[in-house]
């Protein structure tokens, strides 16, 4: 058998949860916020996102560097 919860104990525990929601919606406002700020104050410099690509000589490119010419 199945106890049946009274409305207002059901009531009770709605109120609750919306509290829970209303604090748990507030903190994460805040934690979205502080992560923006820790964002910007981050320097462009040190953001890197590029993949260094290792220039293809030629033969007679090469020959020329290696000689000191270029």
């Not at 009274?6 to 709605?14: D, K, P």
Request: net charge positive; hydrophobic share 30%.
């Amino acid at each position: 058998m199945s106890k049946k919860k009274s409305i207002a104990e059901l009531q009770n525990q709605l109120n609750k949860l919306k509290e829970e929601f209303t604090i748990t919606e507030k903190q994460n406002e805040d934690l979205k916020m502080r992560f923006c700020d820790e964002i910007k104050k981050t320097k462009p410099q040190h953001i890197k996102n590029t993949i260094f690509v290792e220039k293809k000589y030629t033969l007679w490119e090469r020959i020329k560097r290696t000689l000191g010419i270029n």
